[in-house]
């Protein structure tokens, strides 16, 4: 059962189709919600009620969707009390949620080699654009993933050259590697494959190997405040625009009650937006100058 809110979301009763549990309380729920699966674009989340008896929803990214079978695939950690209880909704039971809400990421044609960054919980918008930069050929993306947690997938190591990255850094995404997209992983945990460091500093390394091609190169990015803010700071640098996805604590999470505005700089000033309905993708120019 599904209604309308706002024109573009849809409040949908989800059954829970699939879940998979990893270490450190992660988690992946595959929800089969076709309104919002119709609609959702990359950057896009759902707003969502982890129990009935809780009517506090939460805000989770939307990390892959299939349009025709109508199923949508979040990745989480449960680290409060909501996303706890939603960790313990079984295959079968139905969750109410809200979307897709927000605005999505915006690749550009004059930059072809987009370069995407997900660090954490940040990881599934990433996967999301991935799936959809994979169906033009146009663009030739690159995926890298920063976890202080095991990733939740299996190492193996990538048959997809990426020149410019540290000696050993193997590791990568099984699906981004069916896909064809070649990804690479960091950690400072010393997880087998990867990049021992931050997620932005692996970057660092590929964009200085680049030659005349660096400016066909756009930053994307979904992670925790600090990251993104070094992501920000890694675009200006190298010259290079950036979208950037935000996470904010949010009631809402439709623009009414205003719970959840940052400050963006714009050509008339500073001006306060809401993540929800404004983002939560915004230019990294706007939040961090």
Aim: proline residues 10%; glycine residues 12%; negative net charge.
């Amino acid at each position: 059962m599904s209604t309308t809110q706002r024109g573009t979301i849809f409040q949908e009763q989800a059954a829970i189709l699939q879940r998979e549990a990893f270490a450190d309380g992660q988690h992946l729920l595959r929800l089969h919600a076709p309104q919002t699966a119709a609609q959702a674009r990359a950057g896009s989340f759902v707003h969502l009620r982890p129990d009935p008896q809780r009517p506090l929803r939460r805000p989770i990214s939307i990390m892959r969707v299939e349009r025709e079978a109508g199923w949508i695939e979040l990745f989480y950690k449960a680290v409060g009390q909501g996303t706890q209880l939603l960790s313990q909704q079984a295959v079968g039971q139905s969750i109410d949620l809200l979307g897709p809400i927000g605005r999505p990421f915006s690749p550009s044609l004059d930059r072809p080699r987009p370069l995407l960054l997900g660090g954490g919980v940040g990881m599934p918008p990433m996967v999301f654009l991935a799936d959809e930069l994979r169906r033009d050929p146009g663009y030739q993306p690159l995926v890298l993933l920063g976890s202080e947690s095991p990733f939740p997938f299996p190492y193996q190591r990538s048959g997809l050259p990426v020149p410019g990255v540290p000696e050993g850094t193997d590791g990568c995404m099984p699906l981004l590697e069916q896909w064809g997209i070649a990804s690479r992983l960091s950690s400072r945990n010393g997880l087998p494959g990867s990049h021992a460091g931050f997620v932005t500093d692996l970057a660092r390394s590929w964009l200085e190997a680049l030659g005349p091609e660096r400016q066909e190169v756009e930053l994307f990015a979904c992670g925790p405040h600090p990251m993104l803010e070094a992501v920000a700071r890694l675009a200006r640098e190298f010259d290079l625009p950036c979208q950037i996805s935000m996470e904010e604590f949010m009631a809402c999470g439709v623009g009414g009650c205003a719970g959840c505005v940052v400050e963006i700089q714009t050509e008339q000033g500073p001006a306060m937006k809401r993540v929800c309905v404004d983002g939560p993708v915004f230019d990294a120019r706007t939040v961090f100058g």
